[in-house]
């Protein structure tokens, strides 16, 4: 018989709380258990003692017996100073999936064409502006011709 230290999960609906329990592996995660070694309330501070109750000498007993725990059980028996986790790193972990970098570059690509843009309209906004200034009396010079040889013919 194969058998596991894990998280038994009880409470009510988005009020977790946990038991720490030894099991047959093949029992389902809320169903029969061996025996009772702790508790665990995810909701309470994480420098409150009474987060995570363990019972350090069952758990080194069934470590030493052969129980498995799960990876979350591993933390709290590590951190109980019971069966010393090996540390693993994922350098992959916080990296986006391939649609969120593609997602991303789109973004980045529409946001420069939209600052080029910008700056386009802006230079072309400067441009005629300063241009009418100087053609403006060139302009109005051919209409008041026009207004002068109405009045004369």
């Known amino acids: 018989m194969a058998t596991s230290i894990r998280l038994s999960r009880g409470g009510s ?7 720490i329990v030894v099991a047959d592996s093949r ?15 995810p909701l309470l501070a994480k420098d409150d003692e009474k987060r995570i109750v363990l019972n350090v000498e069952r758990a080194k007993h069934w470590v030493g017996v052969g129980a498995q725990p799960t990876d979350r059980v591993a933390r709290f028996l590590d951190a109980a100073g019971v069966k010393e986790r090996t540390v693993r790193s994922n350098p992959n972990k ?4 391939e649609k969120a970098t593609e997602r991303a570059e ?3 690509t529409k946001i420069a064409e939209a600052e080029e843009a ?5 230079e ?3 441009a005629p502006a300063e ?19 109405q009045a004369e013919g």
């Open 131 to 149: 241009e009418p200034a100087v053609e403006a009396p060139a302009e109005e010079a051919p209409a008041a011709e026009a207004a002068q040889e």
């Open 27 to 41: 029992s389902p995660r809320d169903g029969a258990f061996i025996e009772r070694i702790g508790s665990y309330n």
């Open 106 to 108: 789109e973004r980045a």
């Open 13 to 19: 609906k988005k009020r977790p709380y946990y038991k």
């Open 94 to 97: 916080g990296k986006p999936g």
């Open 124 to 126: 072309a906004a400067k």
């Open 118 to 122: 910008r700056k386009a309209a802006e």
